[in-house]
Every structure is written in structure tokens, then in C-alpha cells.
């Protein structure tokens, strides 16, 4: 949890100037201090937003700060306990809320609602979640949301009918944006995206099922360039799905594959039952070679 609100405080407050944060060697910190701090009982360590705004406010910007922080601190314990003992805490709270409402940007906001939806309602999350919560809770409801819409898009992820872009040489998933985009009769291409694994194989195969008997294709190109790893179960669907289509269904090809996915195809054994004719080295071949398979 400390480590969580340190690194969310130091991402907040970084400049363009500044190193860039080494999320590993902050936890190294805050877990080190954290771990000396229990052999002499102290209170967690960690970097707060609120402290870090009244630091940065009155131009503290290296290590010597928090020197002087912890001797005004130590001075507190001993000498002025007492006095600031009697301080309302309305007035601590005013302190906290004057340095820290400046750490209040609706424009964030909306240049995140600008660009994505999602990080919207994850951001509107967090922001509820301080309010209601508290601090940490609040970070630690906004990254239970964002993990579970992580999964979501790797578990679903989507599968693109690709195009040619008329005149040009340019591919590209068919949308309503561009509608002239070339098609070819007989043709299939699908670019699936992202890992394949054993979470979303079953969906990716629905989708590709679905895509088949909307198109009627005769031969099904699957572009696998957007694939970095194929999980064995997943690539198991795939053996299966080419032998089940050997005789009434589609021909399948396979492109644009990475070094790992081709290892595993042919470790499997599968390159070598599609042989060189129906694996290519990107879409734009396999256009090329429907093409001129169909002339012939």
C-alpha cells in the first residue's frame, strides 16, 4: 500500500526535468525503509501525495528536504508537541486542503474522456474512491477496476477483417470509415491481436467461426502478425480447426508470422502439414499469390 501511493505520488509530481522513476528501485526503497523502520517500531514509510504537494510548495527539490523534514519533525516529538497538541484539527486539515487543491486538474479529466472512455470511468473511479475511502484506498479501488478491464480486452480480444486500401498497396481492417477498401471475392483475411492463450482462445474461435459463414470464403489467410506468443492449448484449436476444414471446409494459409509463433507451428508439426504454398511471409504475398492461383 505505501508503495502503491509512492509511486502514484511520484508520477504525479515529476517534471520533464526529472530522472525518469524506476518503479523497481522505488519498491526496493520504500520495502528497505520499511523493513529498518520495524526494528526500532517507526510508523510505514512512504511517499505521500499531500506531503509531497507541501515539499514541492515551498521549493523543496532534492534529498535535503526530506532531511529537513525529519528534523522539524524530531523537534516536534521533543519541544512543540505540546503546542501543536492544542491546534484544532480543522486548522491541520485547512493546511493539508491549501497545499493540496492544487493537485486538482478537471482538464486531466477531460483530455482523458478526449481520448479514452475507459481510462475515464477509471480515473472518476479513483477520484471517488479517495473521497469516500481514503488515499490508498481509493488507488487500490482504481487498480482493482483497471485489472479487471485489463482482463476483460485480453480475454476478448478482437479479430479484424483486413482490406486493401484502393489504389494503394496499404492494409488495413475494413470499417465503416472506409468504405471503398478492396475485398476479394473468395478471399478471407483475419488478423486476430494479442497473445493467444488459453483464456481467449475459445472466444478468438468464435469469432473466426462467425467471420467463415458470414463470408463464405474459399480460402481463409490467418495474419498472425499482430500475435506474439501462441499458448499450446490455443495453437492445438488451431491444428484442430485446419484438419476439421481439410476436406469441406476453406483452405487455411497462414502470414506475417513472428519467430516465436513459427516455432511453435513447427514444432507442432502443423508448417509442415500446410507446407510452403499455404504459409507467406506477410498479407501483401498472400494477396499476391490468391491472386495469381486464381488467374492460373
Do not use: C
Not at 520499511?34 to 534529498?63: D, E, I
Not at 488451431?238 to 471446409?249: K, P
Amino acid at each position: 500500500m505505501s508503495f502503491t501511493e509512492s509511486i502514484a505520488a511520484g508520477r504525479a509530481f515529476a517534471k520533464n526535468s526529472d530522472p525518469p522513476i524506476n518503479a523497481n528501485r522505488e519498491l526496493l526503497a520504500v520495502g528497505a525503509a520499511n523493513l529498518g523502520g520495524a526494528l526500532f517500531g517507526a510508523m510505514p514509510a512512504g511517499g505521500g501525495t499531500s506531503q509531497t504537494a507541501v515539499v514541492r510548495s515551498v521549493g523543496g527539490q532534492s534529498q535535503k528536504a526530506s532531511l529537513v523534514t525529519a528534523g522539524a519533525a524530531l523537534a516536534t516529538m521533543l519541544f512543540l508537541a505540546p503546542l501543536l497538541g492544542m491546534l484544532p484539527y480543522a486548522t491541520l486539515a485547512a493546511v493539508v486542503i491549501v497545499y493540496s487543491v492544487g493537485l486538482i486538474q478537471p482538464a486531466e479529466f477531460r483530455a482523458i474522456h478526449k481520448v479514452r472512455t475507459m481510462e475515464f470511468r477509471w480515473a472518476v473511479a479513483a477520484f471517488l474512491g479517495v473521497i469516500i475511502f481514503g488515499t490508498l484506498q481509493g488507488i487500490v479501488v482504481a487498480i482493482i477496476l483497471s485489472l479487471i478491464g485489463l482482463t476483460s480486452q485480453t480475454a476478448n480480444p478482437q479479430v479484424h477483417v483486413i482490406g486493401r486500401k484502393r489504389g494503394t498497396d496499404v492494409l488495413r481492417p475494413i470499417s465503416n470509415e472506409h468504405p471503398d477498401d478492396e475485398t476479394f471475392e473468395g478471399l478471407l483475411i483475419l488478423r486476430p491481436e494479442g497473445r493467444l492463450f488459453f483464456v481467449n482462445a475459445q472466444a478468438v474461435a468464435d469469432q473466426i467461426k462467425a467471420l467463415m459463414l458470414k463470408h463464405q470464403p474459399r480460402v481463409l489467410v490467418l495474419d498472425l502478425s499482430r500475435v506474439p506468443d501462441i499458448e499450446y492449448s490455443a495453437l492445438q484449436m488451431l491444428v484442430e480447426g485446419e484438419a476439421r476444414m481439410a476436406d469441406s471446409g476453406p483452405v487455411i494459409w497462414l502470414a506475417g508470422l513472428n519467430p516465436g509463433v513459427m516455432k511453435v507451428v513447427e514444432h507442432a508439426g502443423l508448417a509442415e502439414r500446410l507446407g510452403r504454398e499455404r504459409m507467406v511471409f506477410n498479407a501483401h504475398l498472400a494477396i499476391d499469390r490468391y491472386l495469381a492461383t486464381k488467374a492460373t
